[in-house]
């Protein structure tokens, strides 16, 4: 069932996002060569926990920190670690918070310095996806018209979707109905009704779409180990376009500053 929110309850989940948008833009600044991704985790529950809020991820489901750190090959997941990130690496970082009951819940997928040409198309491709599907966010329409949004415009650009990961309702539970996909058919799938709060997270990877888990039950990976792309941001539907409560500002902003 869909738990639709009131204003005040949209506005609660917003300052979540908010906060895990201002967490990633925090760690994206510590990211270069030599950094350790549990360095990065360790900054983020600092930064969370200073902002009156808990990290989300730390604990939910035996989740063992705040950030999921998944590099190059990694599509979600990751436990961050004692591994040094290196020039030429992608890391994609997902966050979620915790505050006056509800969950903030964003990814992004950073650089380490200069990348293949290959993988910089497939970081666009992947965020531009984000974007089709979230165009299609509009109150009457039907989650099935995000999926096909997202999934095509991957397709289109020679890249390929992960079906078994899909995103999600967001509020008072971190995962709440309905699921999200990020294939799919128009017209088909749950009615999308004003006041509905989704992540929208398409997982794109370079060659093939198949998926396995590490041993440590978390890190799920690339069947051929090619490079993986993630980005998530949650919003309301409304009639008409849809309320983004996260951004990708705060981190472009930041990364602007230091190119
Ligand atoms: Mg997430
Ligand atoms: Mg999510």
């Not at 200069?114 to 109150?139: H, Q, S, Y």
């Not at 109905?177 to 999308?192: A, C, I, M, Q, T």
């Amino acid at each position: 069932m869909q738990k639709l929110k009131s204003a005040e309850e949209i506005e609660m989940i917003r300052e979540n996002n908010l906060l895990v948008s201002s967490t990633l833009a925090e760690v994206g600044k510590m990211i270069q060569p030599g950094v350790t991704t549990a360095a990065l985790d360790k900054r983020a529950e600092e930064y969370i926990r200073d902002h009156g809020a808990e990290p989300g991820f730390l604990g939910y489901g035996g989740f063992p920190n705040s950030l999921c750190t998944s590099v190059n090959d990694a599509v979600v997941h990751g436990i961050p670690s004692d591994y040094e990130l290196k020039e030429g690496d992608i890391i994609s970082i997902d966050c979620g918070t915790y505050k006056n009951g509800f969950y903030g819940d964003t990814a992004y997928t950073f650089s380490v310095g200069a990348i293949d040409k290959e993988v910089e198309k497939l970081l666009r491709a992947t965020k531009e996806a984000l974007f089709k599907g979230i165009e299609k966010a509009v109150a009457g329409n039907r989650v099935g018209d995000i999926s096909f949004a997202v999934q095509s415009h991957a397709e289109g650009a020679g890249f390929s979707v992960v079906r078994e990961m899909v995103g999600h309702g967001l509020g008072s539970s971190m995962h709440e109905s309905p699921e999200v996909p990020n294939y799919g058919k128009r017209g088909r799938g749950p009615k999308l009704k004003p006041g509905l709060v989704i992540c929208v997270e398409p997982m794109i990877n370079l060659g093939t779409r198949n998926i396995k888990q590490d041993p440590d039950g978390w890190t799920i990976r690339t069947m051929d180990n090619k490079p993986s792309a993630h980005y998530e941001l949650a919003l309301a539907i409304r009639n008409g376009e849809a309320d983004i409560l996260s951004t990708f500002e705060y981190i472009e902003n930041q990364l602007s500053t230091e190119n």
